[in-house]
């Protein structure tokens, strides 16, 4: 069993800053939390930001140059970053890790941390 707990959401005015966390727990030999999503009311859950098993990051369009996304060298806690926020950023976040094994290829999901940016 995988726990992910994310935590560091709020109610934050429209250029401030917020720092997401993530940490793992449980059963995680061989989990890599690598990315965060997010879900906006009405709207599909979309990906925010990527770690790589390379290391390399990824980010959507929309919020290159304001978010940076990090982890630590275990692979079970994870970092966003978010500067400059706007209001369209309002949104529940989501942390997502993997774990393959052999053929199968298992993602889990934590419960959310709710992001608000105000005008």
């Known amino acids: 069993q995988v726990q992910l707990v994310e935590s560091g959401g709020g109610l934050v005015q429209a250029g401030g800053s917020l720092r997401l966390s993530c940490v793992a727990s449980?059963?995680?030999?061989?989990?890599?939390?690598d990315a965060w999503y997010r879900q906006a009311p009405g709207k599909e859950r979309e990906l925010v930001a990527l770690i790589s098993n390379s290391g390399s990051l990824d980010y959507a369009d929309s919020v290159k140059g304001r978010f940076t996304i990090s982890r630590n060298n275990i692979g079970n806690t994870m970092y966003l970053e978010m500067n400059s926020l706007k209001p369209e950023d309002t949104a529940v976040y989501y942390c997502?890790?993997?774990?393959?094994?052999?053929?199968?290829?298992?993602?889990?999901w934590g419960q959310g941390t709710q992001v608000i940016v105000s005008e």
């Open positions: 449980g059963s995680i030999l061989g989990i890599n939390v």
């Open positions: 997502h890790a993997m774990r393959v094994s052999f053929a199968t290829v298992n993602n889990y």
